[in-house]
């Protein structure tokens, strides 16, 4: 099993920054891909951005330019630094992680974590 802690959501202006991570710990093996998804009011989860641990990374071109996702290996932790945050940014994000134990792959999920850009 795999667990996820996420934290550094927030309630922020437009304009702002945050930083959300998301701590894998448990029997681990292998994680990859690691990525964020977002989920707003009345909408699909869709993804925000992925990271393998080759660091190649993908973006929504929503989001492009203004988030940037990283990861530390050593700490199975990835990262996701927000920044020039709009209103339509809004949601709950989620940490995502593939994890291959050597025999299967299996998807985990974060708890969510909300994050609020107002005035």
């Known amino acids: 099993q795999v667990q996820l802690v996420e934290s550094g959501g927030g309630l922020v202006q437009p304009g702002g920054s945050l930083r959300l991570s998301c701590a894998a710990s448990g029997r681990i093996f292998s994680i990859n891909p690691m990525g964020w998804y977002r989920q707003a009011p009345g909408k699909q989860r869709v993804l925000v951005a992925a990271i393998t641990s080759g660091d190649s990374t993908n973006y929504a071109d929503s989001v492009k330019g203004r988030f940037t996702i990283s990861r530390d290996n050593a700490k199975n932790t990835v990262y996701l630094q927000m920044n020039s945050l709009k209103p339509e940014d809004t949601a709950v994000y989620y940490c995502?992680?593939?994890?291959?134990?050597?025999?299967?792959?299996?998807?985990?999920w974060g708890q969510g974590t909300q994050v609020t850009v107002s005035s």
């Open positions: 995502n992680v593939h994890h291959f134990d050597g025999i299967r792959v299996k998807d985990y």
